[in-house]
């Protein structure tokens, strides 16, 4: 087989039409052997022939897309160094575009034998361990266009891919569970129906599912940049990141951005003893740290500028190549130093921000993991999944007592969680029912979507009842649910005063200096400041000027809404509210009532000193008559 010197960049493989280029760095190693192998599993190794600045490579004419294969490098075993180079161990290219196979739990797997932890293991991995494929760069991406919907108007709804789509009965068998499947009409036509404008998926870059993680590294990823081929139906190796392009584009054609959920903190390889697939083999020093001499949690050493350059390569072809419109990190990176996990990130948190590609697209923390990467050292321009929200949201709708405070801060997007640098959309909302009665989901879903931010929904909230199943059982959808969210959805999509621009940071949110709203006992007698701290928020009415707006439209012109009355009534009883005295002396009617969804909006018309029957633990909005607010256009929101 020929074997040109090639080039060390890029990274991976990459075919050029006439044959494959293949490179793979590490610093350790002394010897590279490129592994090739035919549909049935026989192996043919090539030394790559050249080495430069570490990268090593190699091109070979007449090989091309659907190739399978993976590396074997010799070099230094010494596990105290951090160094477990092992020919006998078949690797995982980090920079696959695709992968063929799974990771299959055996010993062949581990760095050395058990308990004895100065010696390599002898046993041949290559039956274990999941290989790399040449990919076709090639895809119709025609007509393609990325919604790029501004952060104050999105609607995020997060999902599996599979448990999304495994029973819709509309979807042909055999391709359930896929992104094929996902790019459906009938599973696309329920998101648009649902008024969503962009789909969080969760787990698709290549990982190591449950059934066959070799320890204990069960859902982590092992291959950064390529969609997870469990989730692929189309027949073919390498035809996963094929059908993810075609799901891409399918909902971008409905207007619905593709958020991915992304994880850099750990990887699959973490275990004692360790696990070795990719990373641990190439260089085991250079991506978890020469301080990690095998076992540990297989933290990626952002720090070393190679894995680095890995993350940001990986993002990049995300971007660039499968046209993703943004990432949710898990856990979100932070703004300071460290080393390890979170802390670690904070390198990452930095240079996005000034990657021309990546600064482009929604960047979403979770701070999941704990205060390391807390919300007030989230890098300029990122996104908070706010998980304070959905604590506020439980104990609100749950009875438990929430003071006027926490429920104006939640409302108003959360100033508190960013420091008053952030505008109110940096907010990204979860609320997660306390327990399954459709009205009281109802009730936190419309508290949601009329708080200030993104309002993030889960795969089930349309059900009859509440959770999120395994897979999305569509045979127990609520066609009341749907509807009332896509009207929720509607309403937010209309009212400009619903996705306000210009941070509450520095505005009064009660009291004589508070201009944005109003807030009033469920008799109509407004919340003066001495009462204020010694009410609750159970049953309280609050009035959303629509004059307050002070971002401006595109032309620099003023921003006006109809003001709208917020009936919260958190309380196991029915409660009478008097519709409080308001400028101008017109009515409000009716937008929604969460305990009578089906009642239509302009019902009604209520004066001030009108009586409202608020049912237990729901909300009606009312909105003031006599007002057309005037929307900017998109530009101008984000």
Known sequence: MDVWPGQPAPLGATYDGTGTNFALYSEVAERVELCLFDEDGNEKRVDLPEVTSCCWHGHLPGVGPGQRYGFRVHGRWDPAAGHLANPAKLLLDPYAKAVWGEVVADAALLAHPLGDPTTPSELDSAACVPKGVVVDPWFDWSGDQPPSTPPAQTVIYEADVRALTASHPDVPEETRGSYAALAHPAVVGHLTRLGVTAVNLRCVQQFVPARSAARRATGLPIGLFAPHNGYGAWPGAGQPAQEFRHMVKALHAAGIEVLIGVAFHRTAEAGDPPVVVSFRGIDNAVYYGAGEPGGGAAVLDLRHPAVLRLVMDSLRHWVEVLHVDGFCFRPAPSAGPGRGGEDDLALLGGVLGQDPVLNRVKLIADPSSGAACGPGRLPPGWLLLNRRYGRFARDYWGGRPVTLDELALRLAGSPDLHGGQRPPYASVNVADPDADAGEQRRSLLALLFVSQGIPLLRSGDELADAGAPAALDWGRLDPTMVEFIRRLAAVRRRHPLLQRRDSFARRPLHGPGAADSAWFHPDGRPITVAEWAGTGAATVAVVLDGEAITALGPRGERIVDSSLLLLLNASPEATLFTVPAWPG??????????????????????????????????????????????????????
């Open 585 to 638: 002396g017109r009515r409000f009617g009716l937008v929604f009532d969460s305990a009578a969804p089906d009642d239509e909006e302009g019902a009604g018309a209520y004066k001030s000193g009108d009586s409202v029957l608020v049912e237990p633990r729901s909300v009606v909005l009312l909105r003031l008559a006599g007002r057309r607010p005037t929307r900017p256009s998109r530009t101008t929101l984000e």
